[in-house]
């Protein structure tokens, strides 16, 4: 037995912040971010948004999709570095928004990777044959944690939402193979130092900014650089198959650098590679269901495709997922 994708589903804040936009609140220019991200544009969230409200829409359309009600739901796991509330888990709050049954619900952080590390999770708990249907969601709220007075980090995160149903398969499509792995050495690059155990909030940590993104540029770009390629090889070598039958790259959605150079390494031509960057930004655990779903929904991926999911965030973490359509 083996899991495949049912369906897919994302949602995207009404409101978009331009590059036009940021020149106004920092020292920046378009051509610098597009030069240095590919990002020209990203969507951002109302102050009242969650990352359960945000979630919501992108859950019900994936479910409408697969032909399911919430109560056909097994299993809910949510991948976010922005979760409502520090708990109960925005897994739970969305299940009872969802009016499903009693079933096990759950967040991971994973950063960037992970709605990867949700998906292979949601595949373990499948193939053991206790689980029938799961709903997968990486969803972030990045500009609520965003340093708007640091030009290196704010010209690149956005909002959004995706969704996945999972659930068995006796073909021979869904997922053929997966890789994860981690190294926390590296979690000083790229963290939020405040509002847990280590740091709790005060008037001070406030003021100093320190419930924001925090990140070393040039350090994390060589880490993601490495593992996106480590991930995609070693998911392919899982899945039983070669670089050359991959039909289709879904890369996380961080730097078009970094996507050009895993595209080159594994022979995937850029035509082949789903990009969502530069009108989405860097939306994080989002930033893969969303492509992901754009990809399903325009008719881009065929039934029989090999597709290629990777992806690297903070701890450092990478992983991916390789399935057939």
Known sequence: MRSKILATGSNLPAKILTNADLEKLVETSDEWIVSRSGIRERRIVESADTASSLSLPAAKTALSRANLNPGDLD?????????????????????????CRQIPCFDISAGC????????????????GQYRNILVVGVELLTKITDWTDRSTCVLFGDGAGAAILAPTDDDTGLLGSYWSADGSFAPLLEMPAGGSRMPASEKTVKENLHTVKMLGNETFKAAVRAMEEASLEGIKSAGLEKADIDWLIPHQANIRIIEFTAKRLGISMDKVIITLEKYGNTSAASVPIALDEAMTSGKIKSGDNVLLVAFGAGFTWGSIVFKA
């Open 75 to 99: 299993a809910i796991i949510v991948a976010t570095i922005t979760p409502d509330m520090a708990f109960p888990s925005t897994a739970c709050l969305m299940q009872n928004m969802l009016g």
């Open 113 to 128: 990777t992970g709605f990867v590390y949700a998906m292979k999770i949601a595949d373990a708990m499948i193939t053991t």
